[in-house]
């Protein structure tokens, strides 16, 4: 029996990429130590992937920053702004450049976005007409040699060159797909390179099981047809995942491919017609280990389902996999010393699903499993009979849920009369919440979880940031102040933390994007809150200014999606759990005296599923859990909303639903694209649509964020137009934070100037 991953988790476990990164960035190591850092990286994720008995191991998905980018590179899709790159390739500086952008030279990153449905963010590719597709990075043969050097038996892992061109973006009015057969030619060169020394080729193409534009739909097996041309006595196995296939059956079942990998957790629904229909000779490839989720594979489902699919398909054309890249996953559940043993023995991190993957096919290869199948029994049984999972006062209050509840009492014109206490400007001026967490910060948190700090003298240290805070706003101008959360560890974890039915790991990182790691809590059992957790922090800040200071929350949707969450229980019902939670704290807020309330939804497009068919359920739940959440206020109280990082165009009406007084939107990696929804959508109410990248280290200019307010004006009335960064500032430093809002602060006083009026 065959067996394999989709990929492995790059970051390492003690998150020995990202140092390595950030080190290289600030001058600290040199290319050389860091090259070693992966070299060591990769090794030893393929020797964890040899030692559970897999048959392959994974190349091909170590990216030094993201596997989208490392495709643009290999194309050599570098946009002209980043200069031209010579006949070596693409380098790393040039990789680095297009990801993150270039401060010195005042160059804007590649816009980022969402990879699909997941919480990981990929750098979006630019087509120009001057683009022509050529051999520009080779590491992914490179890694491949390197791993057959070393004693491994490699699949390398590629993005397709449909879901690649899909998720291009391409200059004002020229059509990407021109460029298709160029850019198939140089996949072409590589596989048929990779098929001296490999017998199995992955090409992911996840875009078979969301909605294809038609070009893809008619490129689709002509593509592929000349890719296994190329591939000559090499298979190539097409991986489709996050849902099924579904209308794209015919076109992945007609590639010509070997084989096919279907995600059985979040595709298993078309697993009958995949069966029925599955050519003489294509290999069938069972995604049945969870790759996005952290709970051990039930092994008795499992097996029922890969008895019957062995039994179609026959044992030669059978493969057991993980359902996804364990991208998504933690590195390894042994790192966890302090997570209570009982939850521990539900779950498995990646190495652990490895060695699911192995020990199901030893199961059906007749291997003696018969301890490894009784320890999974016990888990699985502990896990649905434990006290821990069910509260019954929690699930009747959820059912008392009204109508009534769901919806603010006035309208938002009427709300705005009634908040015209806030004697806002023209052009009123925000952060979105937090501000550069510094080392200090860091480290003083440190020593209170280790005990070595006291409470009531970090409570002081965190005083004094947040004094510290208020009064640097209060010097840049801005109109609506923050706390600067410095409280906080994590946006998620940190509400997580103060609710019942969550845990938490000491280890548990998963890549969000390049260096960036996040650290999701585990949804095991029913949620509540067990008091205010924001409202001293929110009323100390407020009690430093005459301003209004906004209370800081994280969204019901944002929880649920950053989180990994039970699967014994629908996703909507666990959203409606934390929404009567958040609802409290809401209600505590502005009992408070918080009159300005910002409920953030970054994941709120995130959670979507893939198909437009399948949405408007989603959006009708993800939208009352928002309602439910922020409606229990005065009509005199502002509510904030804040959205990041995905497409929002083809759910502005659901965006609208959500009726937030105010909300804040990505847009300026994309240069204000978002607002081609207001071209048809007449948005009701207030936006702050995004006008400096957080995510990139550059300090933008007031012009530049003036032109990017032009742009907005000719869809959003000046009278509801806030001006606000991307995102959050925590991840950036004090300098270019301050520098970036002084411009920010005069570009919206230029325009006051420009466009006033008397109210």
């Known amino acids: 029996m065959k067996k394999h991953i989709a990929g492995f988790p790059r970051i390492g476990v003690g998150r020995e990429l990202k140092k390595a990164l950030e080190a290289y960035w600030k001058g600290v190591i040199s290319q050389e130590v860091l090259e070693a850092t992966c070299r060591r990286l990769k090794l030893h994720h393929w020797g964890i992937q040899e030692s559970a008995g897999l048959s392959y191991v994974a190349t091909g998905d170590f990216s030094l920053y993201d596997h989208v980018l490392d495709v643009t590179a290999m194309l050599g899709a570098v946009p002209e702004r980043f200069g031209e790159f010579d006949a070596a390739g693409v380098g790393i500086d040039t990789y680095f450049?297009?990801?993150?952008?270039?401060?010195?030279?005042?160059?804007?990153?590649?816009?980022?976005?969402k990879w699909f449905n997941t919480n990981y963010h990929y750098i979006v590719p630019e087509i120009s007409p001057s683009f022509s597709p050529s051999l520009s990075s080779r590491r992914i043969v490179e890694d491949t040699r390197e791993a057959i050097k070393a004693g491994f038996r490699p699949k390398p892992v590629l993005v397709g060159p449909v879901t690649w061109l899909s998720l291009a973006k391409a200059s004002e009015g020229y059509d990407r797909w021109e460029k298709l057969e160029e850019v198939v030619a140089v996949y072409c060169g590589i596989l048929s390179e990779l098929a001296?020394?490999?017998?199995?080729?992955?090409?992911?193409?996840p875009v078979l099981c969301a909605d294809m534009v038609p070009q893809a739909i008619e490129a689709f097996v002509p593509v592929y047809k000349r890719l296994n041309a190329a591939s000559g006595n090499a298979s190539l196995l097409l991986a489709t995942y996050f849902d099924t296939l579904d209308d794209n059956l015919d076109l992945a079942l007609s590639s010509g491919c070997g084989g096919l990998h279907v995600d059985l957790v979040r595709g298993r629904g078309c697993l009958e017609q995949v069966l029925g229909s599955l050519p003489s000779g294509m290999i069938f490839s069972a995604g049945i280990v969870d790759g996005r989720n952290i709970w051990k594979t039930d092994f008795e489902q499992a097996l029922d389902v890969l008895v019957r699919i062995r039994g179609d398909v026959g044992e030669e054309r059978f493969m057991i996999a993980s359902s996804c890249s364990l991208l998504h996953s933690p590195v390894d559940l042994e790192e966890e010393t302090s997570l209570n043993p009982e939850l521990k023995n539900w779950m498995a991190f990646a190495v652990q699903k490895c060695d699911e993957i192995s020990v199901l096919g030893d199961i059906l290869d007749c291997w003696d499993c018969s301890e490894a199948l009784i320890e999974n029994t016990e888990a699985i049984q502990s896990r649905r009979n434990s006290a821990w999972v069910e509260n019954k006062e929690i699930r009747e209050h959820c059912a008392s849920i009204s109508?009534?509840?769901?919806?603010?009492?006035?309208?938002?014109q009427e709300r705005r009369e009634k908040q015209a206490w806030l004697n806002l400007p023209l052009f009123p001026t925000t952060t979105i919440g937090s501000f550069p967490q510094t080392a200090e910060v860091r480290r003083q948190r440190r020593l209170f979880s280790k005990g070595t700090l006291g409470a009531g003298e970090y409570e002081q240290f965190l005083k004094d940031e947040i004094r510290e805070i208020i009064g640097r706003q209060e010097d840049l101008g801005l109109d609506v102040l923050v706390h600067g959360e410095v409280e906080r560890n994590d946006m998620v974890e940190y509400f997580g933390q103060q609710m019942e039915g969550f845990c938490f790991t000491e280890n548990g990182w998963v890549q969000s994007y390049g260096s960036r790691c996040v650290k999701p809590p585990i949804i095991y059992g029913d949620v509540s809150r067990s008091g205010p957790m924001t409202v001293e922090w929110s009323t100390f800040a407020q009690s430093l200014t005459t301003k209004p200071v906004?209370?800081?929350?994280?969204?019901?949707?944002?929880?649920?999606?950053?989180?990994?969450?039970r699967d014994d229980l629908e996703r909507s019902e666990v959203c409606r759990q934390i929404a009567l939670a958040l609802r409290d704290e809401v209600q505590d807020l502005e009992h408070a005296g918080i009159r300005v309330i910002q409920i953030d939804e970054a994941a709120l497009s995130e959670g979507m599923p893939l198909k437009k068919k399948d949405r408007a359920s989603y959006l009708r739940w993800a939208v009352d859990a928002f309602r439910l959440t922020s409606s229990g206020v005065s009509d005199s109280t502002q509510i904030h909303t804040h959205m990041c990082y995905s497409e929002f165009n083809?759910?502005?009406?659901?965006?609208?639903?959500?009726?937030?007084?105010?909300?804040?939107?990505?847009?300026s990696r994309s240069r204000m694209e978002l607002l081609d929804a207001f071209r048809d959508f007449r948005y009701p109410n207030e936006i702050g649509p995004g006008i400096y990248d957080i995510h990139s280290p550059r300090v933008p200019s007031k012009e530049e964020m003036m032109k990017l307010l032009e742009k907005a004006l000719v869809f959003i009335p000046k009278e509801r137009l806030w001006v606000n960064?991307?995102?959050?500032?925590?991840?950036?430093?004090?300098?270019?934070?301050?520098a970036s809002l002084r411009n920010m602060v005069a570009a919206a006083h230029a325009l006051r100037d420009i466009h006033s009026y008397v109210c």
Request: glycine residues 6%; negative net charge; aromatic residues 6%.
């Open 650 to 667: 083809h759910i502005i009406g659901a965006i609208a639903a959500m009726d937030a007084d105010v909300i804040s939107i990505e847009s």
């Open 403 to 412: 109508d009534q509840m769901l919806h603010r009492s006035s309208t938002y």
């Open 97 to 113: 450049r297009m990801a993150r952008g270039d401060a010195a030279a005042n160059i804007a990153a590649m816009e980022m976005t």
């Open 550 to 565: 906004k209370g800081m929350l994280t969204g019901p949707v944002t929880i649920l999606s950053w989180s990994f969450v």
């Open 196 to 205: 001296e020394f490999c017998s199995l080729i992955q090409l992911d193409e």
């Open 725 to 738: 960064p991307d995102c959050g500032l925590k991840t950036r430093a004090w300098p270019e934070t301050l």
